[in-house]
Structures are given as C-alpha cells and as structure tokens.
C-alpha cells in the first residue's frame, strides 16, 4: 500500500483543435512529471482537443482522429507516469466528454461527464450523453476519482466516489471566466471536501478561446477545507505535488499560495489575455485600429499593446470637420506613450466625394443621421482597407453600453474581427483606464506609467459626428444608462424592478426598446471578451424579430 503519492498538475493552454500540438504539450509536461518523480500528471478537462468546442466535438472524423491520438500518446509516455487528460469519446454511437488516464502504453482508464452544463456559455446536452456515475480508478495502487468540472458542482458523483473507495479527488476542469467565478468554484470545492472528508485536486486550464477566457487558479484544498496549494490565475503553471497518507487519511503538502489580483486586474487581465490568444491562435501577429481621441479607443489600443507589443499595434487617426483639436492631440499622445505606429487619413476628401455621388438623390431632403453614419462607414472602409493590405486584424472598439442601445454604426464603426470591450460598461472603462495608468504588470507588454491622457478620461464622450456633439444628446448619461443595463440585462430585471430602484419609467422604458431593436447589429458584431455571465452572445440569445416589451412598472 503506498503512503505517498507524487502528482504533477499542468496548468496549460491548449489551441483549440490542434490534436497533434495538444498532444505535445501534454507530453513536456509528462517529461517533466517523470524527471520530478511523479506517479501521476493530470491535464484538465478536454485538454486534447481544446474547449468550449461546440459543434466542433460531434464531427466523427474528428472524435476518430482524437482516439488515435490518445493512444499513440499513451504508446509515448509509456516509460514513466501515468497521464490523465481529458478529450472527446465516441463510443457505440454516444458522445462523451471524457477523461483518459493513460499508464502503461495504453488507456487504462476512462471516465465520463455526467452531469453536463446547459447554461450560459454552455450547451453540452446537446452535445454529449450523460456518462455513468463510476468508481475511482487506480495509479500506483491509489484509488483517484475524477469528477469532471461540472460533476464536482453536485454532491452525487463525489459522494459515489468516496463510497467506492476514492482516496483523493482529481477535478479536471475548463471553467471560464467570469467576474466572481473564482468565488463560486471555492465554494462549491468545499462543500465537496467537507462532504466526502477527502482531498480535493481542483485543475483549471488557462487560456482564451473565442470570446472565453479559462483564468487557471488551481488549487488544492485538504480534507479540512484549509488550502494546500493556490496556483495563479491566468498564467501557465506546472506544480509537483506530494500526497501523503495518514492516520486520518491522505494530505496535500503545503505548497505555492499565488496571490490572487482584484477584480479590477482580473477584468484587464481577461481583456489582454482573450486578444492575444485570439490573435495567436488564429495566426494574427498584428492589428490595427481607429483611434478616436475618446476613452474607448484608448483602452483597446492599451490592451492591444499589452498583449502583442506596441510594435504590432497600428492606431489611426481618421479626422473630419467635427473632430476637435484636443482630440486630435489626445489620439497622438496616447500613441506616442504607448509607442505605437500612428497613421493621420482625413475623411473629408473620401465623404464630398460620396455626399457628391447622393446629392441628385437626396435633393429636397435634410440632413440627418444619414450623413452621420456616412462618416462612420467611411471610417470603417479605410480601416478594413488598411487590414487587407497590411493583413492586420481590426479591432472594433465599442463598449457593452453602446453594444446594447446600438449606439455605433453597423458596417461603420463596428466593423472589425475582435472587441476586447465588449462586455464593459462605459462607467467601468472609466475606472479601468486609471487603473491602467496607476499600474503595470509583467505581463503586459506596453510601457508603464501613464500611458491614458489624463485629458481623454476626464472629457465628455462625443461621437464627434456633429458640431458640438455629446453622447448625452442621443442616450441618458452613462451612470443612469449603465445602471438601468445592468438590471435589465445582467439581472433580468424588469421594468417595474428598474422603476422601483428609483429610475424614471420613460427612461428605463426607452432603454430597453434600444436594447430589443438593436438585436439584429449585436447579431452581426465581433466577437468580444467575456467578462460577465450576461455577456452578448452564447449568455444572452435573444430573437432578432421581437415585438415583446415588459408593461409592468406603470
């Protein structure tokens, strides 16, 4: 009977679909559980293949392709550790997210999800069949049971594993990001250890796939509930790890306790993180952007030279008659702080061109929005001209308050193939951009200090579309408006909720006609970080077509 057990945890970074590279990262850190001495190295959930996979997993080429690189990679590490790591399994015409534990030259063991997540982000119902709940299974003469991510959620699986004989448990996970999560995880983990007055491995991935960001934040917890072990968030990390069995069971070692960053650090982080494996793992070493001389095209700038380096970051001015000076001399400084390249192309000759080409049209007609939307668009057809000819990706700047009103230009202003600010509101970009200029990490690859004007953040937003204009001259100021979003939206609220915590009933009921009839643009718009549960997209999928609007609050 063994009276220590050695586990190496990997927490890494898989590229989605890349079976082959997966498998070779897996197998370093095999490499370097052997050199360690460990009995076991563990990678989380669906590591092989990469997650949230979505419709990617039910392609049966794919779950055949997978199998055979399962197997050719227990054949590999068959001279030393054993190596869990999860990925898909097709089998007699089911589909299971499943967790490999390969010992010996070949797979040893499997396990599969039983509980699957169909909330938020997540649509495994339709994706996979429900696995059994099953036993522990046995490395090196200890009992393991692996409850998978959102099988660690219920009490059942681990308590059918505790019963079957589970010495400790081994959680591997592709848990995303969102503001908060790390608190909810640590619960739930508790309450497992306080139930089953076992050990608990908690193993996250990192990494940014799509819009979701896996923030990592391994940990260990003893049987007691006390912290064994804190990995980092967000960052690759490898732990050598000793179990040790007892007269009151097995124990963790005491080990790293990473500092854990605020929420504020957090969202940045998420922000930087998301761009920089979107941009990586879809082969974008640089991008560009409008530069406006306003708080939202600063922050993403910002974000996109903490994530790739200045040096592949393009910022463009595009000023018309309405841009003011102090905006134009806002754009430049912040792109000399940040060292990025920065381009000045004027509109004026590109829109008399067009108002020329629709004056027949038009004749006998005011000017309106039309005219407004035309700048913007010509905005847009420069920059994604500048995209295609320097194969630099686009950045789209819009900030969640505008994404919901629609307060931005489909075809304009929102075109681009990636918004790191999607799911912040315009209040919280304020806070951010100080942040930012009162802290520097060393992860972020842009320089330190204050690298925001102080003059971008302190001016009135404007669209500068027209003479004088101000945001508040189409929307309600952003406190109000932010507020009232964060009900309907993130909270579900309804109007009579909104009118009870003090906001006007017209207001709030002009917000949330905003928000159903600008559906159809948040349809077409890029995708963005996800730093909420209520993000827009896979988290909020509303009808575009929508006559519904809540009467209550009358």
Request: charged share 25%.
């Amino acid at each position: 009977m063994a009276d220590i057990f050695r586990l190496t945890m990997a927490q890494l970074n898989p590229a989605m679909g890349d079976l082959d590279g997966n498998a070779a990262k897996a197998k370093e850190a095999w490499a370097a559980a052997k050199e360690a001495g460990s009995d076991l190295v563990a990678l989380p959930e669906m590591f092989l293949l990469g997650y949230n996979a979505q419709d990617l997993v039910m392609k049966p080429a794919l779950q055949s392709r997978a199998y055979q690189v399962m197997e050719a990679l227990a054949a590999d590490c068959a001279d030393g550790p054993a190596l869990a790591i999860g990925g898909p399994l097709g089998e007699n015409g089911q589909l299971f997210n499943a967790y490999y534990i390969l010992a010996g030259g070949k797979i040893a063991h499997i396990r599969r999800k039983h509980h699957l997540p169909n909330y938020t982000v997540f649509d495994e119902e339709r994706l996979f069949d429900h696995g059994p709940l099953a036993g522990p299974y046995d490395v090196a003469g200890v009992r393991i049971g692996s409850p998978i991510c959102e099988d660690a959620w219920f009490e059942d699986v681990a308590e059918t594993l505790e019963e079957t004989g589970a010495e400790f448990l081994l959680v591997p996970n592709g848990s995303p990001y969102y503001r908060g999560k790390f608190e909810r995880r640590m619960n739930h983990m508790v309450a497992r250890v306080v139930e089953t007055g076992l050990p608990l491995i908690y193993l996250n991935m990192v990494g940014g796939q799509d819009d979701q960001v896996f923030d990592g934040g391994s940990f260990i917890l003893n049987p007691s509930g006390s912290l064994a072990l804190q990995l980092p968030l967000f960052d690759e990390a490898l732990a050598h790890v000793t179990l040790r069995r007892t007269d009151d069971g097995w124990r963790a070692d005491e080990g790293e306790k990473a500092t854990l960053p605020d929420e504020m650090e957090q969202d940045y982080r998420c922000m930087v993180q998301s761009l920089r494996d979107y941009c990586g793992k879809s082969g974008f070493g640089k991008v560009l952007l409008g530069l406006s001389g306003g708080i939202d095209s600063a922050i993403v700038a910002t974000i996109a030279a903490d994530a790739l380096g200045a040096e592949n970051v393009r910022c463009v001015m595009l000023p018309s008659e309405y841009t003011s000076q102090g905006s134009l001399d806002d754009a430049e400084a912040l792109a000399k702080n940040l060292g990025c390249h920065y381009d000045y192309v004027p509109i004026a000759e590109s829109r008399a061109a067009v108002t020329n080409t629709l004056a027949p049209l038009f004749q006998g007609r005011d000017e309106d929005l039309t005219e407004e939307n035309i700048q913007s668009r010509l905005r847009g057809l420069l920059l994604m001209a500048l995209s295609n000819k320097f194969g630099e990706m686009l950045l789209t700047t819009g900030n969640k308050s505008e994404v919901a009103v629609g307060y931005a230009t489909i075809y304009g202003d929102m075109n681009g193939g990636y918004n790191p600010i999607k799911d912040m509101y315009k209040t919280r970009v304020f806070d951010v951009c100080r942040w930012r200029n009162a802290n520097h990490r060393d992860w972020m690859q842009g320089p330190a200090g204050t690298v925001i004007p102080v003059s971008i953040i302190d001016k009135p937003p404007s669209a500068e579309l027209r003479p004088d204009q101000k945001d508040e001259d189409s929307l309600p100021p952003y406190d109000i408006l932010d507020g009232i979003l964060t009900m309907l939206v993130d909270e579900e609220a309804s109007v009579a909720d909104c009118v009870a915590a003090g906001y006007e009933r017209e207001t709030v009921k002009r917000v949330e006609h905003l928000l159903f009839i600008s559906e159809y643009k948040r349809f077409q718009s890029a995708p963005g970080t996800r730093l909420s549960r209520k993000a827009f997209w896979l988290d909020r999928r509303y009808p575009i077509v929508n006559r519904w609007r809540d009467p209550s609050g009358a």
